[in-house]
């Protein structure tokens, strides 16, 4: 059986979104079934519905930065009750059975691929999923994650579900910490997290940007101070200190300015994804130093979990800036400028 469902579409990659009528299953024993609340407005959501990158499948409804309410529960839901505040993050589903879902890691399914809270293909119905651009949505059980902000502070939670998870993921991974040095390229979405994420593990954080305006926010948001990239003489100021770097730039740039800056083994990690190829890096900057250039992607579920539980201990969430359904447009639009601090969060309430 299935719902009606309503929401936000784009039917091609020229056309703006619109609203769109469209079906949801009906809770099978696994599922939990979601109101959404709010949802968050990721660069990637952009790039899908224009087909800015490939396999775009249209209609396409996006969004995967959601925050809700349970309103109904399958027969073998254990871990949610209706009434409960929780959230979807980028994926829905995977295969369950490969080392990377053995350990926890879906981000990085072999078997069948995590399945994409939308844009990815649909196990139940067919056809593809359709994302947190509507009204309600129904997720299995694994996927769904528990928040325990306050009432007030949900909305700015919603970003959390990506921008969080794509920053705290590496963060973590690499052992930052307190006594380490850690810098942040680009100061948006990503990179306004990743400065909150890393100060809130105790390192000495920095934040590059081409843009010196940028200096009073990166500080208030938890930097000890920023540092100018197209500054040769304030990046040669840094060189060889270190220990890792994260880098949030989606936009094709010269790496080896940042690696020149690494520590002997320390690790810079790239989270943004640009539309064509970065500029090869010299092998000299890594070969002398032992330094790793590295990549990564989200988060499995329980880091997922595990990151909204030290966001919420913290005190931490995004900065937004809360918008219509019907200002989707201008929204992407003004993304694309970078013209927000830091990231739009559509209130769902409007769509009707």
Known sequence: MTTPAKGYAAQSADSKLAPFSFERRDPQPNDVAIDIRYCGVCHSDLHTARSEWPGTLYPCVPGHEIVGTVTAVGSDVTRFVVGDTVGVGCMVDSCGECPSCHDGEEQYCTGTGFVGTYNGPDPVMGGHTFGGYSDHIVVDQDFVLKIRHDEADLAAVAPLLCAGITTYS????????????????????????????????????????????????????????????????????????????????????????????????????????????????????????????????????????????????????ADIEIIDMAEIETGFDRMAKSDVKYRFVIDMATLG
Not at 223 to 246: N, Q, T, W, Y
Not at 255 to 270: E, S, Y
Request: proline residues 5%; hydrophobic residues 40%; neutral net charge.
């Open 170 to 317: 590496p963060l973590k991974h690499w052992g930052v910490g307190p006594g380490q040095k850690v810098g942040i390229v680009g100061l948006g979405g990503l990179g306004h997290m990743g400065v909150k994420i890393a100060a809130a593990m105790g390192a000495e954080v920095y934040v590059f940007s081409t843009s010196p305006n940028k200096r009073d926010d990166a500080i208030r948001l938890g930097a000890k101070d920023l540092i100018v990239s197209k500054d040769a003489d304030a990046m040669g100021a840094h060189a060889g200190s270190f220990d890792f770097i994260l880098n949030t730039v989606a936009a094709s740039h010269d790496l080896d300015q940042f690696l020149a800056l690494l520590k002997r083994d320390g690790t810079m990690t790239l989270v943004g994804v640009p539309e064509t190829p970065h500029p090869s890096p010299s092998v000299g900057n890594l070969v002398f130093g032992r330094r790793s250039l590295a990549g990564s992607l989200i988060g499995g579920i329980a880091e997922t979990q595990e990151m909204l539980d030290f966001c919420n201990k913290h005190g931490l969430t």
